[in-house]
C-alpha cells in the first residue's frame, strides 16, 4: 500500500512540475499585468519624438531594395533644414554586401548633421548567449565605423532587446561582455559608443545610449545602471511617418491590434516637419518578434520609442522604475513569506479558539494576509522607491505550497492525536450518546446507498421502547467541524461499532482510522463492541483479522440481528448487577427480613463492634511509666 502510494506521489509531483513549466509563460504575463496594475506611473508619448517606417516584408531576397531605401530616407533626412535632433535607426546591418554601400554613403552624409545611431544584434544566432564576435557579423566599417559624427554629441550603436507585457516594457540598459579582454573591447569599433562610462558597459542599450547622448549632463548615466528598466506605456503610439516613393506621408498613430492598425496613405507632405525632432527609423508592419497571445501589441521601433520616452521624461511619474529580478530577489523574498505565512498559520491556530481544528479556514486566512502584506509591499516599493518586483506569482505559488504542507502535516498530527488520545475528555459541553456507528467506504456511490439503506433500517429498530441513535457521517457531521475529531469523539460515545467492509473499505484513510479507533477502544472498554459486516470478499489487513465477520444480507434482516445483539448485550447488563439504586435498597430490605437474615445481621453487627475496639485500642495514644 505504501509503495503505491509513493508512487502516485512521484506521479503526481512530476505532473505538477510539467503543468508549471507549461503555464510559466502565462504566470510571467500575470506578474507584469500585476506590476501595471499596481503602479500609477505612466510615461506619455513625447511631442519631439517620431517614428518613420520603412515598408519591408524581410525577404532576404529584397534585402538590397530595402537598404537602397534606407539610404534614400538617410539622404532625405539629411537634406532637412533644420536638421533631425537625432537619427536612430532600429535595423541591425549585416554584413551581407547587397546595397550596403550606399546604405555606408548615406550615414556618412548624415552624421555630419546629426547623431545617428544604429541597433546591433549582440547574440548568437539562435542561442541567448553574448557572441564576443557579434561585429564580424556588423556591417563593420561600411555602416558602424562612420557613426562618429562630429561636434559635442556623437552617435553609436546599442542593442534594441526589450519585453512587452499587457503595457510594461522591460528592458536591460547594458550588457557585459562575456569576455572583458576578448575581441570586443579589442575591436576598432569600440569607441564608438563615446557615452558610454568607463565602469564597463560593453553593450548599451540603444534607448539608454541615446538617452545619455542627448542629456550628457545626467550623471550617472543610464548605461551606468546594471539593474532592469521598466516604463509603463501610458497610451498609443503617435506621430508616424511612412515612407512611400520617395517622400514622406501623413502623420498618424497607432491604434488597435496589428489587423486593426491605421498606416497613413502614401500621400506627400511637409518633411520639414520633422526638423528638430528625434527621428526613429525602422519597420513597423513586420518588425514584430515579441508580439503574441496575451502580450502588448508592439513593434520594435514602438518598443525602442516608448523605452526611450520613459528615459527622457522630465516628470518623476514617468520616470522607469528598476526591476529586482536577480537571484537573491527571487530566492530572497520566497524565504522571507514563506516562514510568515506558516507563522501566521500556526498562530491563527492557536489564538483563535474557532480556527484550532478548522485546518482549512485557517490555511485560507493565513494565504490572504500573506497576500496581502506582499501586495501592500510591492505596491509600496512601486509608489514611493519606484522598484519593481516582477515574481509576485513565485511568492503566491511558494507561500501556497508552504501552508498547503503545513496544514497536510498538521492534519495528520491532529489524526494521530486523535487515534491514541480519549478526545471525549477532553470536551468541555454535553456529548452526544450513539448506540451504533456506523463506518463505511462512500465509494462506489453503489455501497454509499447500501450504507444508507442499512441506516434506515437501523433507525427502525428500538432498545429499551426506543430508536436506535446511529452516528451516520451524511447526517450526524455539521459543516465545518474537524472530521478526524468528530469521528474519534463519536466512536468514544458509541456503544456498539459497525464497519462494512467492501472492497474500497480498506482502501480509505478515513474507514482505516475508523475502524483502528474502535480497536483502540475496544481493548480499553471491554464493554464496547464491534461488529464487522463482510459486504464484499476482501483480503482484511492483519491489523484487523482477529475481529469476527459478519455475512451481508438483506439489510431489514441485518438491522433486525443488530438490534438484537445490542438488546442482548443490555440485558446481560443489567443481569450482572447493573441495578438502580431503589432496586438495589428494596432488595436488602427483603432479604434481612428473614429469621436467617436477622440473624446474619446480629452476627455482622458483632463483628463490627470487636473491630472498632481493637481499632480504637490500636489508636490509643502511649503514656508515660508512673512510678
Request: charge should be positive.
Amino acid at each position: 500500500m505504501s509503495g503505491v502510494k509513493a508512487r502516485y506521489h512521484v506521479l503526481a509531483f512530476v505532473l505538477l512540475v510539467l503543468l508549471l513549466l507549461k503555464v510559466l509563460d502565462s504566470l510571467n504575463e500575470l506578474d507584469w499585468w500585476l506590476v501595471a496594475k499596481l503602479s500609477p506611473r505612466e510615461v506619455a508619448w513625447p511631442e519631439k519624438l517620431h517614428v518613420l517606417d520603412v515598408p519591408w516584408d524581410r525577404n532576404p531576397a529584397t534585402t538590397g531594395q530595402f537598404r537602397r531605401e534606407l539610404a534614400a530616407t538617410l539622404d532625405r533626412l539629411a537634406g532637412l533644414q533644420p536638421a533631425p535632433e537625432a537619427v536612430i535607426v532600429d535595423v541591425s546591418i549585416s554584413a551581407l554586401p547587397l546595397g550596403l554601400d550606399e546604405l555606408g554613403r548615406a550615414v556618412q552624409s548624415l552624421v555630419k548633421k546629426t547623431p545617428v545611431f544604429f541597433a546591433v544584434d549582440a547574440r548568437r544566432p539562435g542561442s541567448d548567449d553574448v557572441d564576443p564576435d557579434f561585429m564580424q557579423r556588423m556591417a563593420g566599417s561600411q555602416v558602424y565605423g562612420r557613426l562618429h559624427g562630429t561636434g559635442a554629441r556623437h552617435g553609436g550603436w546599442g542593442h534594441t532587446e526589450f519585453m512587452a507585457y499587457r503595457g510594461v516594457v522591460w528592458f536591460q540598459p547594458c550588457i557585459s561582455s562575456p569576455e572583458e579582454s576578448g575581441p570586443l573591447a579589442d575591436t576598432p569599433l569600440a569607441p564608438v559608443n563615446l557615452a558610454v562610462p568607463a565602469s564597463g558597459c560593453a553593450i548599451p542599450s540603444l534607448a539608454a545610449l541615446v538617452a545619455d547622448s542627448l542629456n550628457p549632463a545626467r550623471k550617472p548615466g543610464w548605461t551606468d545602471r546594471s539593474e532592469p528598466l521598466v516604463v509603463f506605456v501610458g497610451g498609443k503610439t503617435s506621430h508616424l511617418w511612412r515612407v512611400c516613393g520617395g517622400h514622406f506621408s501623413t502623420q498618424g498613430s497607432f491604434t488597435g491590434t496589428q489587423e486593426q492598425r491605421v498606416v497613413p496613405d502614401c500621400l506627400a507632405q511637409d518633411d520639414q516637419r520633422l526638423g528638430g525632432r528625434i527621428v526613429i527609423v525602422g519597420n513597423v508592419e513586420y518588425d514584430r518578434p515579441l508580439s503574441g497571445r496575451g502580450r502588448h501589441d508592439l513593434s520594435g521601433p514602438e518598443l525602442l520609442g516608448w523605452s526611450l520616452a520613459g528615459l527622457m521624461s522630465p516628470s518623476p511619474t514617468g520616470a522607469p522604475a528598476t526591476v529586482l529580478s536577480g537571484p537573491q530577489w527571487l530566492l530572497g523574498v520566497p524565504l522571507v513569506a514563506v516562514p510568515l505565512s506558516i507563522k501566521l498559520f500556526h498562530c491563527l491556530r492557536r489564538r483563535v479558539v474557532r480556527l484550532r481544528l478548522r485546518l482549512k479556514s485557517a490555511a485560507a486566512l493565513a494565504l490572504a494576509l500573506t497576500w496581502l502584506l506582499s501586495g501592500v509591499l510591492v505596491a509600496g516599493l512601486q509608489a514611493t522607491a519606484y522598484i519593481v518586483f516582477p515574481h509576485v506569482m513565485f511568492v503566491v505559488l511558494a507561500s501556497l505550497a508552504a501552508v498547503a504542507l503545513s496544514c497536510h502535516l498538521t492534519h495528520l498530527r491532529l489524526r494521530d492525536r486523535a487515534l491514541q488520545e480519549n478526545v471525549s475528555e477532553r470536551s468541555t459541553g454535553p456529548l452526544p450518546a450513539y448506540d451504533l456507528f456506523l463506518s463505511y467506504s462512500r465509494t462506489p456511490s453503489a455501497n454509499a446507498a447500501w450504507a444508507a439503506a442499512l441506516h434506515r433500517a437501523l433507525l427502525r429498530q428500538q432498545v429499551d421502547g426506543r430508536p436506535l441513535k446511529v452516528f451516520f457521517d451524511k447526517k450526524s457531521i455539521h459543516v465545518g467541524a474537524q472530521w478526524y475529531f468528530t469521528l474519534a469523539e463519536a466512536i468514544e460515545c458509541s456503544r456498539f461499532f459497525v464497519a462494512i467492509y467492501s472492497n474500497e473499505y480498506f482502501h480509505k484513510n478515513f474507514c482505516r482510522f475508523e475502524l483502528s479507533k474502535a480497536v483502540i477502544k475496544a481493548i480499553r472498554a471491554q464493554e464496547f463492541k464491534i461488529f464487522p459486516i463482510l459486504k464484499d470478499p476482501v483480503a482484511v489487513p492483519i491489523a484487523f483479522n482477529h475481529l469476527q465477520t459478519w455475512r451481508s444480507g438483506h439489510v431489514e434482516a441485518l438491522a433486525q440481528r443488530i438490534a438484537e445483539a445490542l438488546r442482548g448485550e443490555t440485558a446481560v447488563a443489567t443481569e450482572k448487577g447493573s441495578l438502580t439504586t431503589g432496586e438495589l435498597f428494596g432488595a436488602l430490605q427483603k432479604a434481612l427480613s428473614t429469621p436467617k437474615g436477622r440473624r446474619h445481621l446480629n452476627v455482622a453487627r458483632s463483628l463490627l463492634c470487636k473491630s472498632s475496639m481493637r481499632l480504637h485500642r490500636k489508636r490509643r495514644p502511649r503514656r508515660s511509666l508512673q512510678a
